[in-house]
């Protein structure tokens, strides 16, 4: 399936390219020698330590020495695959980072590419979601959480750090739907992050948080907070203390992965390059190091695999935006 | 608490420790002096440096850097009118004028007395009542942040010249009006962005800033044509007599009190701070009306809440582990890296950590201003620089500035777009700071009022059924009608 996506983009520069870089390359080695990483956001945020932390693993463990980093920012992530799109034909060593959001908002249509306009490489790391309440709430199990939303959506208003129709959002609103409850009825309270949000979970004025685990689990372990359920598809090896949504009998995993792209119109060899090269980094010890410093959670899907994740998440968020009326 | 502070203070005080604080404010002074480069920027770029050390010096360096970046944010603002930080606008206002009044020497070095007395007085306070804050800040709900925004905007008056109230009305509606561009948080829905993927996040605060003060004013420079206005100007005087000193004392401990409960406020923060304390001190003392022509009281109130908030904004991260400030956040993203969780329990847990990050504050504040106050008659030397350098000095290291941020060339279109307008509107003299007030209120006030109404079921009942909401409306009844009353009494 792959090959065909490529035939159908053949361009007479294109096939230039292929031609200088995929004889000169293939013989040096089978790993790229440069990467070059496109953040679609400014320095310090989520992608950017992501893009960084495997460009430092590549530059420790010896595995790529020329390793340069590109911020553009803008169009919540469009103007960089817009960029890398019109400039394709030079961008062989060019690595876009990009996460679940890259979903959600180009069926938003917030910008009018999707990733079927990029080559996924791979994903490299997940941060699951989860949803918690405070430690002295009534709620013990998720079912109470669900009991209670039967009874009165208003009882259980929910915390969440992003836009209404996004991410925290519709997690949270799909495990009530598949719990048997209406995923309209949901009372979403939007703050600006995740941060503000576990304070307004915090000062009381919001019964439930939906967030990622990576910004609950500390305040978990601290005792403030519980967090009554992970979307990962069993327990999670770091915190397995926490009970999935799965085992309380709710069929729903969702995992907010990071992962990269790579511009559309190469050959095969350059795409298969660049995904060992992926592969080789994460498995070296600097890059568990960078993962474990963060608290990331592994998810390495490559390729094909990748592409197909990418379309069934695709699938699963679009219906659940239709349900919620923010897709028609 | 005593031996806490002790503690980190052996921790932090060694020799390598202490040339990472001077590195750290020297750098973060530098990267803050260029426009449009503040203390998140600065830091984003120190964090790699500080992955080999251990977490404790790692932090001072990063403090250093913080404090420093504020610090040159603020000079720029008071030599060039050009803003670094979204938090040292405010000191603009009194600053710039102050400096080109042939005094730049007085205005930097108040700065830097204000900032130190800001940033050391809230750690004090910090060290001595961080526990009880954490309870304060989180008996703070939406519909208090709300009534907090909406008494900001009562300030209004504070920000205008007499006889000009009703442009200052006009340009805060401006302002509210400018906040509501990019994707509204509670529908997801996208207002005013013209179809435009670039104003999907709103319009930035900082690129507003600059375009009205920085590039605004070299604009005009032209225009009015004062090619040698400043020539033979020197620095002037950096001392203060001690008429001065008397002056600002209070003015000093207001503000630091007001940042520093501000800044703890994770909804708020620095900017509000800054611009709630230069409004508060200019509607409340007798020579409000000289505000904004170089009053040394109208300079040292936000920059020392400026400093004050960022000192305050520690206590949601180190007591609850939550980020108030996007500064802050960065820092949580160092201090997870050197495999440091902030937690309720980081108190116990990790006190040597805990009371290291407390004692670079006092360090990080007192190399600051042992580097600086030396280095005051250089850098006010910038404005002996002949206008026809200045002037396209200032242009590129705005430009620079808005583009280093984002990389985006939308934003230096925008720039010009907003200098041109706000050039145009300086010259019909509608005043820029009630439409800064307006922007950067109105974002937050909006956002809280829907949560408020959200939470309270589509009802108002929200503004009376706490006591904490209801002392807040009083109060802004209170400077609501305080000019009536105050002139009721006079006569």
Request: include cysteine; charge should be neutral; charged fraction near 15%.
């Amino acid at each position: 399936m792959n090959k065909i996506r490529y035939c159908r983009i053949i361009h007479p520069i294109h096939l230039l390219l292929v031609l200088l870089f995929g004889i000169t390359n293939v013989q040096a080695s089978d790993l790229l020698d440069k990467v070059h990483f496109l953040i679609p956001a400014g320095p310090g945020g989520g992608w950017d330590g992501t893009a960084r932390g495997v460009g430092e693993a590549m530059i420790k463990s010896g595995l790529v020495a020329n390793v340069s980093y590109e911020n553009l920012s803008g169009g919540g992530g469009g103007r960089a695959i817009a960029k890398l799109i019109e400039t394709a034909p030079r961008q062989q060593n060019t690595l876009l980072i990009s996460s679940t959001p890259m979903v959600v908002r180009s069926l938003q249509k917030i910008f009018p590419q999707s990733f079927r306009d990029l080559e996924p490489v791979a994903s490299v790391i997940a941060d699951y979601s989860c949803f918690a309440v405070l430690k002295d709430s009534p709620f013990n199990v998720w079912k109470d959480v669900v009991t209670a939303f039967k009874k009165n959506p208003r009882l259980t208003k929910v915390a969440g750090g992003s836009v209404r129709g996004s991410t925290d959002h519709f997690v949270i609103a799909n495990a009530f739907k598949l719990s048997g409850g209406s995923p309209r009825d949901v009372v979403y309270v939007p703050y600006d992050g995740g941060g503000k949000a576990m304070i307004g979970l915090l000062t009381g004025e919001t019964q439930i948080i939906s967030t990622g685990l990576s910004e609950a689990i500390e305040m978990h372990r601290s005792g403030e907070i519980r967090i009554l359920a992970v979307t990962s598809e069993t327990r999670l090896q770091e915190a397995s203390e926490l009970p999935t949504l799965m085992e309380q009998g709710v069929d729903m995993t969702f995992a907010n992965w990071r992962g990269f792209f790579a511009a559309p119109g190469h050959s095969p060899e350059l795409y298969d390059k660049m995904i060992d090269t992926i592969a080789e980094v994460i498995a070296t010890p600097a890059f568990s190091d960078v993962r474990k410093r963060n608290g990331w959670a592994q998810l390495h899907i490559q390729g094909e695999a990748f592409h197909e994740f990418l379309e069934q998440q695709e699938i699963e968020i679009g219906t659940l935006m239709k349900e919620l009326g923010f897709l028609r | 608490m005593l031996d806490g502070l002790l503690l980190g203070f052996q921790t932090i005080l060694s020799v390598q420790n202490l040339l990472l604080v001077l590195s750290g404010c020297a750098v973060g002074t530098i990267i803050g002096m260029l426009p449009g480069l503040g203390p998140i920027s600065a830091i984003a770029l120190m964090i790699p440096i500080t992955y080999g050390f251990e977490p404790a010096s790692g932090m001072i360096l990063l403090a250093g850097v913080y404090y420093g970046a504020i610090f040159g944010g603020s000079t720029s603002s008071i030599l060039i009118n050009a803003p670094g930080v979204a938090g040292t606008v405010a000191t603009s206002f009194d600053g710039y004028p102050l400096a080109s009044s042939g005094q730049p020497g007085k205005a930097l070095a108040i700065a830097a007395y204000a900032s130190f007395a800001g940033g050391t007085i809230a750690a004090v306070l910090l060290v001595l009542t961080a526990p009880y804050l954490a309870k304060l800040s989180l008996g703070f709900q939406s519909a208090d942040y709300f009534v907090l925004m909406l008494l900001g905007l009562c300030l209004v008056s504070a920000f205008s010249k007499r006889g000009e109230y009703l442009k200052a009305l006009l340009m805060t509606c401006f302002g509210l009006a400018l906040s509501t561009v990019g994707t509204d948080l509670t529908s997801g829905v996208q207002r005013f962005t013209l179809g435009r993927m670039d104003l999907i996040d709103g319009i930035s605060f900082l690129l507003l800033a600059m375009g009205t003060f920085a590039m605004a004013e070299a604009i005009l420079m032209v225009l009015r044509g004062d090619n040698d206005k400043f020539q033979g100007v020197t620095r002037g005087s950096m001392k203060l007599d001690r008429q001065e000193v008397k002056t600002l004392s209070p003015v000093v401990g207001r503000s630091s009190l007001l940042g520093f409960f501000v800044g703890i406020l994770p909804g708020a923060g620095a900017t509000i701070a800054s611009f709630l304390a230069y409004g508060m001190e200019k509607y409340f003392t007798r020579d409000g009306p000289q505000f904004g022509t170089g009053n040394i009281k109208g300079l040292a109130a936000p920059e020392t809440a400026n400093n004050a908030a960022c000192t305050g904004s520690f206590v949601p991260l180190l007591t609850l582990g939550i980020p108030g400030s996007g500064t802050t956040a960065i820092l949580l993203g160092a201090l997870i890296a050197y495999g440091i969780q902030p937690s309720p329990r980081l108190f116990v847990d990790q006190p040597g950590i805990f009371w290291a990050v407390i004692a670079s504050m006092y360090i990080g504040n007192l190399f600051l201003l042992a580097l600086n106050l030396p280095l005051i008659p250089y850098i006010a030397r910038i404005l002996a620089i002949p206008r026809t350098m200045l002037i396209p000095g200032i242009l590129f290291f705005s430009i620079m500035g808005v583009y280093l941020v984002s990389f985006n060339t939308f934003d230096i279109l925008m720039l010009s777009m907003i200098a041109f307008t706000a050039v145009c509107l300086r010259l019909l003299s509608f005043p820029m700071a009630p439409m800064l007030l307006g922007f950067i209120l109105g974002g937050i006030l909006e956002d809280n009022l829907r949560r408020a109404i959200t939470l309270a079921d589509g009802q108002w009942s929200f503004l009376w059924d706490r006591p904490s909401t209801v002392i807040l409306i009083i109060l802004t009844l209170l400077v609501l009608i305080s000019p009536v009353i105050q002139r009721y009494i006079s006569k």
